[in-house]
């Protein structure tokens, strides 16, 4: 990004699920995957130092789940005017997410997946990247 110094801080993929507990089991207990972040409907895990993986029971979760690519970013409004200036559709503007601690905004690769740029607002999560 020219004249910006901001890079992506971590990387998260969101899938829905209809059984948090059962797929918590599976990623904690089978595949020994570290639980960074518990927010009662939403836990997210460690891949690895800076990659996360998280699952979701949100309204109307099917199973076959909609990805979501999550770039966290310190900038969200920043990056979004970035985007704007490049001729990238805002799907949905900047906003807080009290629900879940968060700044978000998103927008669709040419491919149709959805792109959230968020910055988390939980100092549970900035604790873990320590």
Known sequence: MSGTAQFPKSGIFFLQTRDLETTTAFYQDILELDLVLDQKTCRIFRICEHAYIGF???EGST???E????IEMEDVDGFCEHLESKGIDIEIR????ERYQIYQMFIRDPNGYRIEIQRFLDPDWEAQLR
């Open 67 to 70: 990805v979501i690519v999550t």
């Open 94 to 97: 900047p906003r807080l997410n």
């Open 56 to 58: 979701c029971i949100t």
């Open 63 to 65: 199973g076959s789940q």
